[in-house]
């Protein structure tokens, strides 16, 4: 039987592992190539993230844009 307390802090924990390694490489990755010249720093980057879960095929994407300035 689903036990949805332990469900949920699985599923959060999941997701903020994800959303700190996620935000730490973006930012390093603009950081490099604002240094490089490549960005000016006021660009808007499109973006999306996929979560995939296999066992269950299940698919959720999402698009955005993050602004940097």
Same mark, same amino acid.
């Given at each position: ?6 469900? $949920? *802090? =699985? %599923?959060?924990k ?5 959303g700190?390694?996620?935000q730490?490489e ?12 490549q *960005?000016s720093?006021d =660009?808007? %980057?499109?973006a ?5 879960i $296999?066992?269950?095929?299940m698919? %959720?994407r999402? =698009?955005?844009?993050?602004? %940097?300035?």
């Amino acid at each position: 039987m689903l036990d949805e307390q332990v469900f $949920n *802090l =699985e %599923l959060r924990k999941l997701l903020q592992r994800f959303g700190v390694a996620a935000q730490r490489e973006v930012e390093k990755v603009v950081r490099l190539l604002i240094d490089s010249g490549q *960005l000016s720093g006021d =660009e808007t %980057l499109s973006a999306s993230v996929t979560l995939a879960i $296999n066992d269950i095929d299940m698919r %959720l994407r999402i =698009e955005d844009t993050i602004a %940097l300035s």
